[in-house]
């Protein structure tokens, strides 16, 4: 049988699957959107992962295009890795659908030289395995998670990651072959990215606190479990779609390319065309009058410089301690909102080694971290700098720097005094 029609039966096949899989009848709907995150992730990274082991000579496809993968096979491929394995999540089922996409691939490649689609190089092997690991895996891991709603925190790295790889790398790509912009080049310039990394960061914290502190991803089908109102949130209601809409603004400088702005356009009009419409009846129905309130006290598209609907804090000094003495009174002539200081001695739980924060939704935070959450109860400015050091790359190595130093304290710790 001519290769042309066995393309061609392939492609049908593939269409008369994914028209089963959309009208069955019995539909889960959590399984679906495992597929999902399955599917997007492969549609991504399988392009880019095939380009660069075709440049490194693993591989070659004899037909030429852009992607340097036949396009037929690119969406065959991303329906066999991104939507068939997520069919299959229970917990022993990994290792047999691993084995089964690595044989099946092992004996395709052949075949496909075989029939003058591609030329297989020497450690055309290893590239498969690399194929696996940075396509495959990470594919399925994401889909196994969310199904079984664990680490939230990698749920959201995985959206993060995503949603990076599509602005920065396939949409100049995609604007290219449009011929809406030359094939696109990077370079690296410290300025832009400062600029960049500024207008972005308030979009990472926000998912910072939403998986920490509302134990949930920034996507609406994996949400929080609880309302987050103070963090970026305590100034700005949509702190990520903000970011999102300037980052456009950022790109279009990079790429000396008005074309981008057209995404600030998109960005506004999703926020007001589909997210105000879709996620904000959900917010109300699982959180209430809190939600309503928080709508008229934070506004949507700008940062408030005072936070005067930021919800209670409590934050613990040990005062027996010289250093955290003098941290405590410098809060206290700050005129915090919301903030209430305490002493260490006063904390109901454990005994207290750290200084500690505690907001109104029982969240904890030690040490730096409890700095950078007192920080935001002051004004936008001291905010920033408490979102920086609170930001986990930033607090982890700032918190290492403090263990190893030694506090001045009386001889009886106010701790043990409690006792």
Same mark, same amino acid.
């Given at each position: 049988?001519?290769?042309?029609?066995?393309?061609?039966?392939s492609i049908v096949?593939?269409f008369?699957?994914?028209?089963?899989?959309?009208?069955?009848?019995?539909?889960?709907?959590?399984?679906?959107?495992?597929?999902f995150?399955?599917?997007?992730?492969?549609?991504?990274?399988?392009p880019?992962?095939?380009?660069?082991?075709?440049e490194?000579?693993?591989?070659?496809?004899?037909?030429?295009?852009?992607?340097?993968?036949?396009?037929?096979?690119?969406?065959?491929?991303?329906?066999?890795?991104?939507?068939?394995?997520?069919l299959?999540?229970?917990?022993?089922?990994?290792?047999f659908?691993a084995l089964?996409?690595?044989?099946?691939d092992?004996l395709?490649?052949?075949?496909?030289?075989k029939?003058?689609?591609?030329?297989?190089?020497?450690? %055309?092997?290893?590239?498969?395995?690399?194929?696996?690991?940075?396509?495959?895996?990470?594919?399925?891991?994401?889909?196994?998670?969310?199904?079984?709603q664990?680490?939230?925190?990698?749920?959201?790295?995985?959206?993060?990651?995503?949603?990076?790889?599509?602005?920065?790398?396939?949409?100049?790509?995609?604007?290219?072959?449009?011929?809406?912009?030359?094939?696109?080049?990077?370079?690296?310039?410290?300025?832009?990215?400062?600029i960049?990394?500024?207008?972005?960061?308030?979009?990472f914290?926000?998912?910072?606190?939403?998986?920490?502190?509302?134990?949930?991803?920034p996507?609406p089908?994996?949400?929080?479990?609880?309302l987050?109102?103070?963090?970026?949130?305590?100034?700005c209601?949509?702190?990520?779609q %903000?970011?999102?809409?300037?980052?456009?603004?950022?790109?279009?400088?990079?790429?000396q390319?008005p074309?981008?702005?057209?995404?600030?356009?998109?960005?506004?009009?999703?926020v007001?065309g589909?997210?105000?419409?879709?996620?904000?009846?959900?917010?109300?129905?699982?959180?209430?009058?809190? %939600?309503?309130?928080?709508?008229?006290?934070?506004?949507?598209?700008?940062?408030l410089?005072?936070?005067?609907?930021?919800?209670?804090g409590v934050?613990?000094?040990?005062?027996?301690?010289?250093?955290?003495?003098?941290?405590?009174?410098?809060?206290?002539?700050?005129?915090?909102?919301?903030?209430?200081?305490k002493?260490?001695?006063?904390?109901?739980g454990?005994?207290?080694?750290?200084?500690?924060y505690?907001?109104?939704?029982?969240?904890?935070e030690?040490?730096?971290?409890?700095?950078?959450q007192a920080?935001?109860?002051?004004?936008?400015?001291?905010?920033?700098?408490?979102w920086?050091?609170?930001?986990?790359?930033?607090?982890?190595?700032?918190?290492?720097?403090?263990d190893?130093?030694?506090?001045?304290?009386?001889?009886?710790?106010?701790?043990?005094?409690?006792?």
């Open positions: 049988m001519e290769i042309a029609i066995i393309r061609s039966i096949i593939t008369l699957f994914l028209g089963w899989l959309a009208l069955k009848k019995k539909q889960e709907v959590k399984r679906n959107w495992a597929i995150n399955s599917l997007i992730y492969v549609g991504t990274t399988l880019l992962v095939n380009y660069l082991l075709v490194h000579g693993f591989w070659n496809f004899v037909e030429e295009n852009e992607i340097k993968m036949p396009y037929d096979l690119y969406f065959i491929w991303t329906v066999l890795w991104g939507i068939i394995p997520p299959f999540l229970k917990k022993n089922d990994f290792k659908i089964i996409i690595l044989w099946m092992l395709l490649m052949p075949e496909l030289e029939y003058g689609i591609l030329k297989l190089q020497k450690h %055309w092997i290893w590239g498969e395995i690399i194929m696996m690991v940075l396509v495959f895996f990470p594919a399925y891991f994401w889909s196994y998670i969310y199904y079984h664990k680490w939230n925190g990698i749920r959201a790295v995985f959206q993060v990651l995503i949603i990076i790889l599509k602005i920065f790398i396939i949409l100049p790509f995609l604007l290219y072959l449009y011929q809406l912009l030359p094939y696109p080049s990077y370079h690296w310039s410290s300025i832009q990215f400062q960049l990394f500024i207008i972005a960061f308030p979009a914290m926000a998912v910072q606190d939403l998986v920490t502190k509302g134990h949930g991803t996507f089908y994996d949400p929080t479990k609880q987050v109102r103070n963090g970026v949130y305590a100034y209601r949509n702190p990520i %903000w970011s999102m809409t300037l980052i456009f603004l950022s790109l279009a400088y990079y790429h390319s074309i981008f702005l057209i995404g600030c356009v998109v960005s506004i009009a999703y007001v589909v997210s105000e419409f879709q996620e904000y009846d959900d917010m109300e129905q699982r959180f209430g009058s809190t %939600w309503s309130n928080y709508l008229k006290e934070v506004p949507k598209w700008y940062f410089w005072i936070p005067k609907s930021i919800p209670k934050i613990y000094f040990d005062r027996n301690c010289h250093q955290c003495s003098q941290v405590e009174l410098w809060f206290q002539n700050k005129n915090c909102i919301n903030l209430e200081i002493s260490a001695s006063t904390y109901p454990q005994p207290l080694t750290k200084v500690t505690a907001d109104s939704n029982g969240n904890i030690n040490g730096v971290n409890a700095i950078g920080l935001e109860h002051i004004h936008l400015g001291y905010a920033s700098l408490g920086f050091m609170r930001f986990f790359p930033v607090s982890y190595l700032l918190q290492a720097i403090i190893t130093m030694v506090f001045d304290r009386d001889e009886e710790c106010e701790i043990k005094k409690k006792d």
